[in-house]
């Protein structure tokens, strides 16, 4: 194997072209290996083998700067960067992380998870390079998709302005997750055929006519197409950044002649790459949408597998139902269709359904811009990827009470994706907020009475639920709900357990049937239920969530005993004041004393030690 000899991307300089290609292929097998065992990135990380190793081959890391944006697409980097023997444990507790991370390699450049970071981080690194006299690359390698997101259009600009050194390699597979969007996206494909008819010119119009009459029709289609574009001028030099390409991704002879060769120019480039999503694994090649970050599967007999019915697809049914019955309905997704459990609703209402890109910022305001002229927007996202939009739902959404709803999915521990994909700060950053409602639904019936009422109680409301299974509710159910009131589930002669969301069924196994022990499905955060807090008051109380301690739902318990001048014994769990990497996501409730375990030991410091038979 020639991966053995490769411990760091010096020993990629050593090697001939012809050995590079066999080590890509090596590459290859043990990405499909170790993500078959743990499930991870796939189809990106197999479409960028070519381009990681000819990037190493011609820049010095971790002296030269190479940034992937998301960092999801690195499993090759990792590879060559002295991570081979670890990379068997990618994305479970202790190993080494899905992203690229700072603190695990000197070569990882920036700690990635988030889209659209890379230029910004580049744009930082080369005036400090210059300002510090210091001589070195900066390489940032985006995705088309994830150049959809604002933050790495606004760095372009600035780019073009300021004129630095440093090569932007656009890694265009024509997909984010699922198809990408948006005009450049468009332009980006002209582009292609721009390039592919100026080949086929050369190539010579006679063989391909012999070779394929059809073929030939295309190519004269793809040729008008190119004339009109060749008016236009390319927008990479209205910005005042140099553009090159596009080239073929895949070609390592020819991106290491290529990258030789723009290493010597001063200014910024961008380097235009296309590569084949999933590219070498013909499962992944034919279905970059599923392989973009697959479970773990047989790597002989690679199969989807189903995940189950997910708080997702309970979300998705739900509004795909409700759209039929609210036709000012509407759907918005920041680049997550699959993810948000949309796909059924984006085929059934096609006309009130929007893929923005990986830009939350815009899909925020986008649906504030909706219900400002009398739709009913429904912002389905993740609760890491609202931190994005912040000031959005303050400035565009709550100030005018818009009622817009938030989907917020994912929130709580994830699993595997870590430390940056955690949706454990949403309850903090949104519950102060004002009119802003928040709740959390406890099954899939529940989260069909939230969505149903709040597009009738006016103002924004946010509905959080966990990266999870959900029983399937019955179609056409909707049950009412009354807002605001939360519901005791087991009554308690000592002690209530106040559990948020997910942690409900943890509390309802640590309470089990100790009829000292009360649980309550708190699922109103915003309005609280002080009616129902203050009866409860003269109770031992425990409060629960799957969200940072500080600024959660056990915080906003005691600022309305504290308001309402009451002072019961009050314990809060939640997660400490820390970061948690990836793990399992049981794993990591347990270490954070969340679980059923973490809450009797809770319950036993408070002089209520459940005794249970298992
Ligand atoms: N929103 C943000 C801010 N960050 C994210 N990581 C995501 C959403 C989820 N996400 C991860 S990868 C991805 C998305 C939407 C698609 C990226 O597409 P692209 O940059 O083209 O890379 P590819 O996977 O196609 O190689």
């Not at 794993?587 to 298992?614: N, P």
């Amino acid at each position: 194997m020639i991966l053995d000899k490769v411990n760091s991307p010096e020993d990629l300089k050593r090697l001939s072209l012809e050995e590079l290609l066999l080590l890509a292929e090596e590459i290859r097998s043990e990405i499909i290996r170790v993500t078959a065992q743990n499930g991870g990135h796939l189809a990106s990380s197999l479409g960028a083998v070519e381009l990681v190793l000819a990037l190493h081959r011609v820049f010095d890391s971790p002296r030269d700067r190479i940034l992937f944006d998301v960092g999801h697409q690195a499993y090759a980097h990792k590879l060559v960067t002295g991570r081979k023997d670890r990379f068997h444990t990618l994305r479970k507790e202790g190993g080494i992380s899905g992203f690229t991370k700072v603190s695990e390699s000197p070569h990882d450049a920036i700690t990635a998870g988030h889209a659209s970071t890379s230029l910004a981080n580049a744009l930082g690194m080369v005036l400090a390079r210059d300002l510090m006299g210091e001589d070195y690359h900066v390489v940032a390698v985006i995705g088309d998709g994830a150049l959809t997101g604002g933050m790495a259009l606004a760095a372009l600009n600035k780019i073009g302005e300021l004129q630095k050194r440093m090569l932007i390699v656009l890694n265009d597979n024509e997909m984010s997750i699922s198809e990408n969007v948006g005009a450049l996206n468009k332009y980006f494909k002209e582009l292609q055929i721009r390039k592919w008819v100026q080949d086929a010119e050369k190539l010579g119009k006679n063989i391909l006519e012999r070779i394929s009459p059809q073929l030939f029709g295309l190519v004269d289609r793809a040729k008008e197409a190119a004339k009109l574009l060749l008016h236009q001028e390319n927008p990479f030099y209205a910005w005042g950044i140099r553009y090159v390409g596009p080239v073929d991704g895949h070609d390592l002879k020819g991106l290491v002649h290529i990258l030789e060769h723009l290493k010597a120019l001063d200014g910024p480039t961008l380097l235009h790459v296309v590569t084949k999503k999933g590219k070498g694994y013909k499962v992944a090649e034919a279905d970059p949408i599923y392989w973009h970050g697959p479970p773990g599967f047989d790597p002989k007999k690679p199969e989807k597998v189903s995940k189950g019915y997910t708080w997702s697809q309970a979300f998705g049914d739900a509004v795909t139902e409700l759209a039929h019955m609210e036709p000012r309905l509407f759907v918005l997704t920041p680049a997550m269709r699959e993810g948000s459990g949309l796909v059924r609703y984006s085929l059934e209402h096609p006309e009130r359904y929007l893929d923005v890109g990986i830009c939350e910022d815009v899909a925020v305001t986008t649906a504030a811009g909706l219900a400002l002229r009398g739709m009913k927007p429904i912002v389905a996202i993740y609760s890491t990827f609202l931190q994005r939009a912040y000031d959005q739902v303050i400035h565009d959404v709550a100030i005018e009470n818009l009622p817009v709803v938030f989907a917020i999915d994912r929130a709580g521990i994830v699993g595997a994706d870590g430390a940056t994909h955690h949706g454990v700060f949403d309850i903090a950053y949104l519950r102060t907020v004002p009119n802003l409602q928040i709740a959390a639904p406890k099954d899939a019936l529940e989260l069909r009475a939230m969505l149903k009422k709040a597009l009738e109680v006016g103002g924004p409301v946010a509905i959080r639920y966990p990266r999870d299974n959900v029983e399937r509710a019955p179609e056409g159910v909707w049950p009412e709900i009354a807002w605001g009131k939360w519901e005791v589930l087991k009554e308690g002669t000592e002690a209530y357990i106040l559990a948020f969301g997910k942690t409900l069924k943890y509390a309802l196994e640590a309470a089990g049937d100790d009829p000292r022990v009360g649980v309550v499905n708190a699922r109103f955060l915003k309005p609280l239920d002080r009616e129902m807090l203050r009866a409860l008051s003269r109770y031992k109380l425990l409060t629960v969530e799957d969200h940072q301690r500080m600024g959660g739902f056990g915080s906003a318990v005691l600022e309305a005993l504290n308001e309402m001048g009451l002072k019961p014994e009050v314990q809060v769990l939640g997660l400490p004041d820390r970061f948690f990497e990836h793990g399992a996501i049981p794993s990591l409730h347990r270490q954070a004393g969340i679980d059923a375990e973490g809450i009797r030991k809770a319950l036993a410091a408070m002089g209520v030690a459940v005794v249970h038979e298992r």
